[in-house]
């Protein structure tokens, strides 16, 4: 007696009664494993966002204008130097460059 169909393997149990075999039915949407997949997608966006630029056309000569922005602004990472002492040392540094050819100009006439 052969029927045209094989049987499936979970019909071809006795039945004691008791409802067939189904798969486990999927976790519901949510739940703390979706806040902890979304926080990690999160941080490797802002990751990716703070990054370094690699050219000076991504750092925004010429380029988008949210990171040139981002120079002038107290987010922005580095040396935070008051203007003053910025005046300060220039000045200072352009005084020792002319003093430094007036000495090589004096030590020049008295050696010769």
């Known amino acids: ?54 050219s000076t056309r991504a750092a925004g000569a010429g380029g988008s204008s949210s990171t040139m922005l981002r120079l002038y602004t107290d987010e922005s990472p580095g040396l935070k130097v008051d203007p003053f002492v910025v005046m300060v040392l220039s000045i200072g540094f352009i005084i020792s460059v002319v003093m430094l050819h007036i000495l090589a100009k004096v030590t020049k006439r008295f050696s010769s």
């Open 1 to 54: 007696m052969s029927s045209p169909r094989p049987s499936s393997p979970v019909n071809s149990a006795p039945s004691t009664g008791s409802t067939t075999a189904r798969p486990s039915s999927p976790k519901a949407p949510g739940g703390p494993a979706t806040a902890i997949r979304r926080k990690a997608a999160a941080d490797r966006a802002d990751k990716v966002a703070n990054a370094r630029p690699a």
